[in-house]
């Protein structure tokens, strides 16, 4: 049963640091780009990062770049975001997807449930 389950989210502090982890399943991980999005209530799913299978590549949206840093480990089936410097306006549920290209939403045909980022004092 193909299956991607994220995990690491919480409530931190703002300038706080998280890592949100990706764990595939039940499909050839190595072969598929993953990306990271996120929504915040009331608001449209935001893209936030990928990480393609090719060569590595990473993509990163402007409001997260310099800040976030996503990675994979294909050995172990398995995705990373890397989240510093958290603000407040980073809150929200972080979903992974896997999918053949990054990109929009509709690229992605695998998601997983997402786990919920608070930024708060």
């Known amino acids: 049963q193909l299956q991607l389950v994220e995990s690491g989210g919480g409530l931190v502090q703002p300038g706080g640091s998280l890592r949100l982890s990706c764990a595939a399943s039940?499909?050839?991980?190595?072969?598929?780009?993953i990306g990271w999005f996120r929504q915040a209530p009331g608001k449209e799913r935001e893209g936030v990062s990928c990480?393609?299978?090719?060569?590595?590549?990473?993509y990163y949206a402007d409001s997260v770049k310099g800040r976030f840093t996503i990675s994979r480990d294909n050995a172990k089936n398995t995705a990373y975001l890397q989240m510093n410097s958290l603000k407040p306006e980073d809150t929200a549920v972080y979903i992974c997807a896997a999918g053949e290209s990054c990109g929009r939403a509709t690229m992605y045909g695998y998601w997983g449930q997402g786990t919920q980022v608070t930024v708060s004092s």
């Open positions: 990480i393609s299978s090719s060569d590595g590549s990473t």
């Open positions: 039940g499909f050839t991980f190595e072969y598929y780009n």
